[in-house]
């Protein structure tokens, strides 16, 4: 433990630029890479790359290939994360008498909750340290996180396409909690975040510097979004080219995947929002209470394994964090102090504007990028 | 914080310890430059010192002249030996001739010095022991007034620091001079010689 932690004080000595953090996300790839130390933070590339599904790997290598001298990105060493679409979270506890058959029984919940025909990777971590007095002893509780090998094999194509070299694959959670963390180093207290993602969203506690609970949630930024479309069509008057960008075939799942949702398209919804705060969040309420109740659920869980431990506050983040009242209807329903994450502003990173405009949705790869110093 | 890694824990740690070589490479550089700096001081030092003890044993002819010069004087000093030896040893005795710059004016009105004597009393225990020592200064004056007869071998001897004084017996008076007599005032004092820690006197007198 000591030597690790002196290995990681001399890593902060002598680094002057940061691995390339390189996420596959739902709506786009995101590509990031710090210039200096843990002192004083800039950000020396960030290159935001369009592309959804499973083609969005290759869409992401022929748009970065021919400009990747331009960007002057320092080592090859590369860290991934995947979205969460693509990597199926689950707790599983595990009694005392059946603990010899643990390995057996995450083996096959990794096999039930990922379809793969090239197969299915897993790791699993427990939740709760065991020097920790105030968790349940008698029963462990342990992460299972599966990937399917396909994902894995695109992922790391695009890296070697890219000549880089792959160093780490996670889930986009942990980098999400990591950097969420590094902006509260202090807290002793149990804190929240929420990944409102476009395709999925997940929930994590997060104490004394460890992530403690995680478990995906049933709301998303695609549902958040489209209540807000319909909201805003009773607002305002029928918008021809924004509907066509933003509602094209709102209903199947081959339309959506054809669906364009991009920078723009959202700032649209922003702009069509002003002026109508309290609708919005009286819009919101229903979708608000109900991820409310999942995360009182998880609350609940939490508390009962952690003695009645509370959180101080929820940082949410992703997508859908940014859009319009959101953070007020999310704070409404959970009763909780909400915030969306500013992990540049709070770190002191200097970034570009593009990037502190989205800070909510670079928190992933600035996690990513921090691993080994945060 | 703890992460669940998909890729194996060997890829990450190997990327630490790439990060880490810049550091090792900084430190084996500034080890090598270290080495190099204090080989290189080492170095000019050793010539320096070489240049020193070349230029002390280089030939010096003043030297060399002076070193002749004293060796003939010592060869022509060997002619005269027997005689310089007691020289030298009288030499080495302590003298008075401190005492008689102001002994004129220290023994006050009224007194004339006729006469000054001093000798060294030494009694030896065999050839090389000496038992005891005392220097002797013998005074002959002539002193006009009983009062001052009386006093002058306390006030020599205040002068002298000598440990002892007395009017020797040979007083006599003098013709012509009223009131006057020709005294012998004897002062002793231990004496400490060259190369001893403590001064004795002779027996009868510390009796």
Known sequence: MKWRFLGTTALKLVTRHSPIALHFGALDTRLLQLNGGPGGWSVRAAEVLEGTGGSRHNAAVEALGPRLKDLKLRGKDCLVSVSGDEVAVSLVPVDPHNRNRMSQTLKETAMRSVQDPEGVIYRYMPLSSSDDDETDATREELLLLALGQSEMRRCMSAVDALRMRPVSLEVSAFPLARTMAATQADMEDPWGFLHLGYGHSIFGIVQKGELRFLKPMQLNGERLLNTLEKALNRFNAPDPAALSEMLLNADGPVEETNRVVNRKSLQVVNENAIGHAAEIVHALRMESEALAQEVRACLRHFANRHRGAKLAHVQIAGMGAKLPEVETALGNALGLPTQVAEPFTALGITAPQHVLEEQHLWCIPLGLAMRGYA | ?207
Not at chain 2, 20 to 31: K, Q
Not at chain 2, 47 to 74: C, F, I, M, R, W
Not at chain 2, 82 to 106: F, K, Q, T, W
């Open chain 2, 1 to 207: 914080m703890k992460t669940a890694d998909f890729l194996p824990v060997e890829a990450f740690e190997a990327h630490l310890d790439r990060r880490r070589t810049p550091r090792r490479l900084g430190i084996l550089g500034g080890f090598l430059v270290t080495c190099l700096v204090f080989g290189l001081v080492v170095s000019l030092e050793a010539q320096h010192q070489k240049d020193v003890a070349e230029l002390a044993e280089a030939p010096n002819a003043a030297e060399t002249q002076a070193g002749q010069e004293l060796d003939s004087l010592y060869k022509d000093m060997n002619a005269y030996v027997n005689r310089l030896d007691p020289l030298s040893d009288h030499l080495r005795m302590p003298a008075v001739g401190s005492i008689l710059a102001e002994l004129a004016s220290a023994v006050g009105e009224f007194v004339q010095i006729e006469k000054i004597e001093w000798e060294h009393d030494i009694r030896r225990k065999g050839i090389l022991k000496v038992e005891s020592a005392e220097i002797h200064l013998v005074i002959t004056a002539l002193v006009r007034g009983d009062d001052n007869l009386i006093g002058l071998p306390n006030r020599l001897r205040e002068y002298t620091g000598f440990e002892y004084a007395w009017i020797g017996e040979n007083t006599e008076l003098v013709r012509d001079m009223s009131d006057t007599v020709r005294a012998t005032i004897h002062l002793s004092s231990p004496l400490l010689l060259p190369g001893f820690n403590k001064a004795v006197m002779h027996k009868e007198v510390t009796k």
